[in-house]
């Protein structure tokens, strides 16, 4: 029987009988890292010079050990006080100390490590293989010991639990796409993306779930949220996959049947926005290459303008405020270019456009309006909107 239980995944508590140990210990944070530090380090003994760098780096004070064998003792009174269970859980051993291997005793950190591995070693996605995959994903309740987590000696082992966490999520849902399991893969991925909302691989195994399983309006919604996140938390736009998966979610018709005048009719009816064209990155590559196609075959004119909202001065830039202006220079774009020319976020600060039927001098016109348009809006010598306009011929 276990009686001693230890959670060092998004927090740091040793529990036995039923009594949480370390709030107990008083606020020497010497005594909760010497504590941190062995049970990590469990399958080996710790010498003494490494916890004496540890504890007192750089300290050129006569005699450390004594300090190190005081601080251990009074740990291990401390300890023993609280739970007879802890006498013997911190041993000496040649050289160094150890966390006694020999106390019953269960750690969250190698409980979850053992789980990811046992799903990484699966072929298919068996009762047991579930059941590991949910042991791990439940246990991974946080970084690890974040209390100490921006310490040299937390961070490497942070982020390999980081990076195992995710490999085995991967696994366990390519396990499950063999099975055809997709709403088990959105119930994982969802789980998953609490941890990580940022992973490029999660996002697109979710949304490509939730299009098998026929919900793709929340394949497109989640497309909108994560492309945002990259844009104003990443600082540049979603990858390939994801931008190839936003090409294929628009190509599923559910009224593949409908005949042309009820077609036309549709797509009459849905051209209803005043303006310019504003559209994702991905749909902004096909515009263009659709523009191309008649550059070849009319000898057309087109031009592409690159528009960019800088932050200038000494003060530092405001996200929030910079959020706002993007948001203010589309509008100013689209109500002041014509309704065949085309939009599409870029980057975090900029718009790229294209300008079909323009030469240098007329397209200028209406970037300068827009100019002019943005400033009237709000104008602030913090930013600044500048525009490139360069032509496009069929050969390049």
Known sequence: MVYVKVYMLGRFEIITNGVEVIRRLGTSRKRIILLEYLILNRNRPVLTKELLDLLWPGDNSLNPESALKTLVSRLRATLADYSPDLVDCIITERGGYRWNPALSCEIDLFTFEEACNNV?????????????????MDLYAGELLPDSGMDAWVVPHSVTLHNLYLKAVRHYADLL???????????????????????????LELMTALLKIGRNDEALALYDYAAELHYNHLSFQPPEGMLAFYDELLKI????????????????????RPGAFVCDYAIFKDVYQLHMRSLSRFGATMFVAL???????SEPEDKLMSDKLMRLLQNALQTNLRRGDTISRYSPTQYVVLLPSVNYATGRIPLERVKKAFYKMYSNPSFVLSYRLAPVTPEQ
């Open 120 to 136: 990484l070693k699966a072929d298919e996605a068996t009762p047991e293989t579930r059941a590991e995959a949910a042991k791990f």
């Open 177 to 203: 796409k063999k099975e055809e399991a997709y709403d088990e893969i959105v119930d994982v991925c969802r789980l998953a993306l609490d941890v990580d909302p940022f992973d490029a691989m999660l996002n």
């Open 253 to 272: 018709d559910a009224a593949a049947e409908e005949d042309v005048e009820s077609i036309r009719s549709m797509l009459r009816n849905n051209d209803i």
């Open 307 to 313: 528009v960019t909202l800088s932050h200038v001065g």
